[in-house]
Structures are given as structure tokens and as C-alpha cells.
């Protein structure tokens, strides 16, 4: 699976415990102690373009949205 939430399919396999149980054996994501899957955004939980400088654990896009609340200014 890629790194969207496995979850999804709990809606599906709620009413049959003994199938969900196989699905969880086989399909539940290993934990990472390394690479890029480990950090995530805390607002949004993307594994890309994350920024993990001056404290911030956020991807990219959320900082731009976020930066003037933060008190960054863009120079031009």
C-alpha cells in the first residue's frame, strides 16, 4: 500500500471479525525506525516535503499557508 491510511477498508470488514483479523495479520504497515515515512506532517500527514527545521514537523504546502501566523516574512 502506499502511504494513504489502511484503515479505509475497517468500514467494510467491521461485521466479520475473523477476516479482519487476517486483513490486520497481512496488511497492518511495519514500524519505521528510518527514512522518509517516519516523519509526517502533523497538520495534514504527508510524508513529502516535510520541514522539520526550527521545531516546525510540517510538509511544504501547510507552511506556506501557515508562515505569516508563524511570523515569517517573504523578502522579494
Do not use: W
Amino acid at each position: 500500500m502506499t502511504y494513504s491510511n489502511y484503515k479505509k477498508a475497517f468500514r467494510q470488514l467491521k461485521a466479520k471479525p475473523v477476516k479482519l483479523k487476517k486483513f490486520l495479520k497481512h496488511n497492518v504497515p511495519k514500524t519505521r525506525g528510518c527514512g522518509i515515512a517516519l516523519k509526517r506532517c502533523d497538520r495534514c500527514g504527508r510524508i513529502r516535503g516535510h520541514i522539520s527545521s526550527y521545531g516546525l514537523s510540517i510538509c511544504r504546502q501547510c507552511f506556506r499557508e501557515t508562515a505569516t501566523d508563524l511570523g515569517f516574512k517573504k523578502y522579494n
